[in-house]
């Protein structure tokens, strides 16, 4: 779609996006394209001297026991927190969605999570669960559980999903209210006529007409819980213990903080925007077919 | 609903009522926790029912700080995040506005090329590029101010993306007219198109100023003096003292503190927030 009246003026379009493209370039493209390049060079331990070296930092990431305990805990991560985010908000949104009285106020109760920080997030269960004085996990060891996300890293790993599932519910559920919104009554009540319970109706009419909604959440789930989740794992859990809650991102930011290695920690960034391309390609090529659908 | 089932009606009020209590429990045990004494909570005495010391922890948070981790009084931080939060979303909005504006309404090499600039770096999040950024924003001098916390998140494709699909539905009636009347780029852009796309502005503020507030990875590595922190790396800062020690029911206050804000934005803006959230994923 292209307007048919413009407005003719040589200089003053590129003014008006210089501030935006000047950010973009500083502080997006510069930086990247720095981290790729850095991927290919080893630095001395005195950063004296640096040697181009192809695929050799690559090489060394994947002869590290430590990056596939993370790959593998992204991948264990991203799979829980979205399969119990996605579930939970659906039921919730499915329920919201009846006619009933006061489902205004029901929305505005679940969706105000979403304005909390991660790291909050993090903070608010840490302290629920907190093995000492945490008023559940202190009811765990009352009940004989040896509860202790300190030291235990299934512990650890479980308390983060909490975490992340609780701030994540209110985004899914608002998206698949809106999605249950816009299925058209007449359907469901033609579904009904013909004499389909609500269960079959779910099934066959509004989940099918869901999935579109589904799919893309499933992305936009996958991209929160390797990224945003950050806050998360640093105010709770610092990646342990032993390395048991310990992302991609957080390993890239732990492995630059520990310093020196900076061809490696580069590395581990271009897999990462390997890894955002691919998924954002996903989402709009299921954008693209939505559009036509 | 299609059948009138009391019973049904029922359940879903119950698995309702349980969601909500579910979301709303983490909260309200935090509140209860910022009203009561250090040695109930070190007890693990805590109960459901607010203590009465209220505004004696709000105050020392605010006023003071923790006696053993930070000794920082709060309201800087949280300045420091209202800041950071409004020069974010305004300037996300102007910079995007001035953008859309650009591709849409003029014809100019590399507009396309432009626009692409632009759109890519969705795939580009702070976290993946986080040392050679952090790099660039310290040889610029810009560590611990406010225009390295905010310049470089500042850039945004989804802001120029919403305003470019609003701009191309505001119909060209309007730009003949304004033409007509002698009007130029600039008269056009403030007393046309700026007034029409205020209900678009207003929902992408409610987003980036929630997208601003909550913060952490970059802040965390661009400020190191405790007066340039923010309040969400302020509860962290509170945490790290050997565990023993944390001065829980100050940290819960600040915690409350610092969801409060943003938390208000999004109830009271609740429709433009919706609007929003739905718009800019699209």
Not at chain 1, 213 to 238: E, P
Not at chain 2, 20 to 41: C, E, G, Q, W
Request: aromatic letters at 14%; glycine letters at 6%.
């Amino acid at each position: 779609m292209e307007k048919r009246a413009v407005f003719s003026h040589k200089l003053l379009p590129y003014a008006l996006l210089a501030p935006q493209l000047l950010v973009t370039i500083v502080f997006f493209y510069w930086p990247a394209a720095q981290a790729v390049y850095q991927s290919f060079l080893i630095q001395d331990a005195f950063g004296i001297s640096t040697e181009f070296v192809w695929f050799e930092n690559y090489q060394m990431l994947f002869s590290e026991p430590a990056y596939y305990g993370a790959l593998l805990t992204t991948a264990l991560f991203s799979t829980a927190v979205t399969v119990l985010s996605l579930s939970l908000a659906l039921i919730l949104a499915v329920e919201a969605d009846k006619n009933l009285t006061g489902a205004g106020l029901y929305k505005t109760l679940l969706i105000w999570p979403y304005a909390v920080a991660p790291a909050v997030a993090g903070v608010l269960w840490l302290f629920m669960f907190q093995p000492s004085l945490g008023m559940i996990g202190r009811s765990l060891h009352a009940f004989g559980f040896n509860w202790n996300p300190y030291l235990n890293s299934g512990d650890a790993f479980t308390l983060i999903t909490a975490a992340a599932v609780w701030k994540q519910i209110s985004y899914n559920f608002l998206f698949f209210l809106a999605g249950l919104q816009s299925i058209p009554k007449s359907l469901i009540e033609a579904a009904a006529i013909d004499g389909a319970g609500s269960t079959r109706r779910f099934w066959t009419i509004v989940f099918p007409l869901l999935s579109p909604t589904a799919f893309y959440l499933l992305t936009v789930n996958i991209v929160y819980v390797f990224f945003d989740t950050f806050g998360i794992i640093h105010a709770v859990t610092r990646g342990g213990p032993a390395g048991a809650t310990t992302t991609l991102v957080y390993k890239v930011f732990s492995d630059g903080q520990a310093g020196g290695d900076l061809g490696g920690s580069a590395a581990q960034s271009v897999i990462l925007m390997l890894i955002v391309i691919a998924l954002t390609a996903v989402q709009f090529r299921f954008i693209e077919r939505k559009v036509t659908y | 609903m299609v059948e009138n089932r009391p019973f049904a009606a029922i359940l879903s009020h119950v698995i309702l009522i349980i969601g909500v209590v579910i979301i709303a429990f983490p909260v309200y045990v935090a509140f209860v926790a910022s009203t009561t004494d250090p040695t109930t909570i070190s007890n693990g005495q805590l109960s459901l029912i607010p203590d009465h010391h209220l505004i004696e922890n709000y105050a020392k948070v605010l006023f003071e700080g923790t006696e053993r981790s930070t000794k920082q009084p709060m309201i800087v931080p949280l300045m420091n995040s209202f800041i950071m939060a409004m020069i974010i979303a305004c300037g996300k909005i102007f910079i995007s506005l001035l953008s859309a504006f650009a591709i849409v309404y003029f014809r100019f090499p590399f507009r396309n090329t432009a626009f692409w600039v632009i759109f890519l770096t969705l795939m580009l999040p702070v976290e993946v590029r986080i040392y050679p950024t952090y790099k660039i924003v310290a040889d610029l001098h810009m560590l611990d101010t406010y225009a390295g916390l905010t310049i470089p998140l500042i850039a945004s494709a989804t802001a120029t993306l919403l305003f470019r699909q609003f701009f191309m539905t505001v119909p060209d009636e309007l730009i003949e007219a304004s033409k007509i009347d002698g009007a130029g780029p600039w008269k056009f852009f403030i007393d046309t198109l700026l007034p029409l796309s205020m209900t678009s502005i207003a929902a992408m503020f409610v987003i980036q100023f929630i997208y601003g507030w909550n913060q952490y990875l970059w802040p965390l590595l661009i400020t190191t003096r405790d007066d340039m922190q923010t309040i969400v790396i302020g509860i962290q800062k509170m945490l790290t003292v050997t565990d023993a020690l944390t001065e829980w029911q100050l940290a819960m206050a600040t915690t409350i503190l610092a969801m409060l804000p943003p938390v208000i934005v999004v109830v009271a803006m609740q429709r433009l927030f919706v609007r929003g959230l739905t718009e800019t994923e699209k």
